[in-house]
């Protein structure tokens, strides 16, 4: 007898199965012919023939007998008993044999319960077969059966019940048992078959009303398309944005979420709460530019006229941005670090950012810092939140038009801090070269590429930047104008425009340089020009009224004429006395619009020994005072047993004007020494900087505009750290030329020259 494997067919004895013949081919190498005897053994998993062991197989098979062979590759065997397989031997590829033994079946069916079992399935079969187009054929073929074996081996290659479950059907002894076990499987089946229908039925109805939505939503869109070729006028806001997001070119996420907005305003509507919000977003996302501007090569010669014509002085800060150009032109990209302008106000910071943005052919956007204390005023305020709008930097890119403007970022010592946020901390990422590249707004809630922009950021004083935030920039100091400067400022810059704003034609007011050097030395107290471009301001009005009034055509403008003109009383400037006393000396100290000169007074009064300072000192200050006491009593130790019953008075005018830090130290030692040994000290005599209890002087900071606070108040000799002494290159000619400037390391140094300490005199400080 042929052996034949098969796999994943039901098996069962007593049946017709349809079989390809070329699976007796691939085992036997022939085809069947009718009359032959087979054995079908089942296999328990797809394998090659070539894999195939004893193990392959499970232990029951099927005797059959061919009973016909067609000419559409098939062939039929009725199948008659189960049998036991004993023994399985392999040969080659293709030959099996089996050693087999006759399993008997347990005869325990009742024929009137298998007429009942076989009624249930054919009306069950019947009523699946209502749904199909053919069911009167099938109906008739349902009823041609006669057994529900017949009905099961039929419905086999349709079952989705897996290889071991059909077994454990034909490994049943009791025919009643397997007729059960049949009964329920096609039941299941045929319920699964139902299901599996429905569900594709319902997907394919989705499927048609999806592709009957796009096809009409494509032909809208056609529709639409044409009518906004004949009437360009009339583009409705939604196609108008899609063809903006299309040409805008956007990055993916960017475009994403775009297209997304876009979707939801055409689900929603134009009378849709929300339709407004998403207007606006995809307006301003939209309006924003993507695209990376093409990098030109800068001229120089020609960047360097501009900031000269617009600006004077300024050397330092303009071969900064000269470097920063040159750079730009050979890397044919933005680079180089974040400019941080610092100096007193009417310096020029910002203004000279417009010239930058000149000199590179670039668009200028400032933003104001100052006062801001959310952060986000910076990152832009989430869309949840009704009334959401991007961040300042944002909102710059978008009024610019570019995306690689001149961006400065004006008053960044001013930000404040509160319960919604650091907005110091939110610039780290804005002002980092390394992470701007993908910026990402609350607003927009996609990245977008700062890495072109080239930011500019101004402050007054560098004492409330964080320092995270101060590590991101360079620091460039803009120093105050000497009065020679703020003359050449005047004449060429300050004058021409004020006369221009008021309507006098050039020549309209003439004045001598004498004027103006009275206007800058009485009038005006700055490091910077701004209170004297007030002044010419105010000048050129009122020479307005007297011109209209009198009918001139021009005017002539004295000195004595200068308070009346100006309609203002002259600044009391502080000035040094002629003469000295014991225990006052001239100090410098440098604020946030300048320098300022500073007398620190001393007197002694009988006490206990205590050391008593005003002046609304700080805390750097006080133990100033405290270091420079110590320090004196080492100078003078034959005076201790006397300052045991007097109290030192340390006093820094003006009392009402906080003061602060280290550089005030030489001056009180040398003021609290003149007191003690009665040698007085010439108030055109000033000095700055910090003391040690070894009598070492430290270096201080802001020299050039301490110097030219000195020169101002009419010092004439100065007393320096030697470690600021390479600060001296960045103070003006003529403020150099004024002052005598000495550089001292210890304070020994300092009473000496002033004949405090005598030459000869051995003391404990160094």
Known sequence: MAVLPVYNVLVLPGVDLYLKTDMLRRSAGRLPYVGEKMILVIQRQNQARSD??????????????????????????????????????????????????????????????????????????????????????????????????????????????????????????????????????????????????????????????????????????????????????????????????????????????????????????????????????????????????????????????????????????????????AVMNLRRRQSGSILLFVGAPGTGKTSIGQSIAKALNREYVRVSLGGIRDEADIRGHRRTYIGAMPGRIMDGIKKSGVSNPVMVLDEIDKLGTSYNGDPASALLEVLDPEQNNTFTDHYMNVPYDLSDVLFICTANTLDTIPAPLLDRMEIIRFTGYSPLDKLSIAREHLLPRAMQSVGIPEGGIRMDDAVLETIISEYTREAGVRGLKKCLDQLCRTAAVRIVRENLTSMDVRTDELRELLDTHPIHLKHVSETGATGIVTGLAWTAVGGEILNIETVITPGSGRLIITGQLGDVMKESAQIALTLVKSIFPERMQDMQKVDLHIHVPDGATPKDGPSAGITMTTALASLISGIPVSPKVGMTGEITLQGLIGAIGGLPEKLMAAQRAGVETVYIPADNEEDLRDVPDEVRKALTIVPVRTARDVLTALSILPQNREALAV
């Open 52 to 325: 195939l062991t004893r193990e392959s197989f499970y232990p029951i098979g099927v005797t059959g007998e061919v009973t016909d062979v067609n000419d559409n590759g098939f062939f039929v065997i009725h199948t008659r008993n189960r049998v036991n397989l004993e023994e399985i031997s392999i040969y080659g590829d293709s030959v099996i044999d089996v050693s087999v033994s006759r399993r008997r079946d347990y005869e325990d069916t009742d024929p009137s319960e298998e007429q009942e079992r076989l009624r249930r399935v054919k009306v069950a079969l019947n009523n699946f077969a209502d749904g199909f187009q053919n069911s009167q054929m099938t109906r008739l073929y349902i009823a041609r059966m006669n057994s529900i074996e017949e009905i099961a081996v039929t419905m086999s290659p349709w079952m989705v019940s897996g290889s071991e479950e059909r077994y454990r059907i034909l490994e049943l002894d009791s025919c009643r048992e397997r007729a059960a076990a049949l009964e329920k499987l096609v039941l299941e089946n045929v319920e699964i078959t139902k299901v599996n229908m429905e569900a594709q039925s319902a997907q394919k109805e989705d499927y048609q009303k999806i592709y009957r939505e796009s096809a009409i939503k494509k032909q809208m869109e056609f529709l639409q398309n044409e009518l906004d070729e004949m009437h360009p006028e009339d583009v409705s806001d939604v196609r108008r944005f899609e063809i903006a997001v299309e040409e805008s070119g956007m990055n993916e996420t960017a475009r994403r979420e775009a297209k997304k907005i876009i979707n939801r305003l055409k689900q929603e509507g134009k009378n849709s709460p929300e339709a407004g919000m998403l207007y606006d977003y995809l307006d301003f996302v939209t309006g924003l530019s993507w695209k990376k501007e093409e990098m030109h090569r800068i001229d120089l010669d020609e960047a360097e006229h501009i900031l000269d014509e617009q600006h004077y002085g300024l050397g330092k800060v303009k071969n900064r941005i000269l470097q920063q150009i």
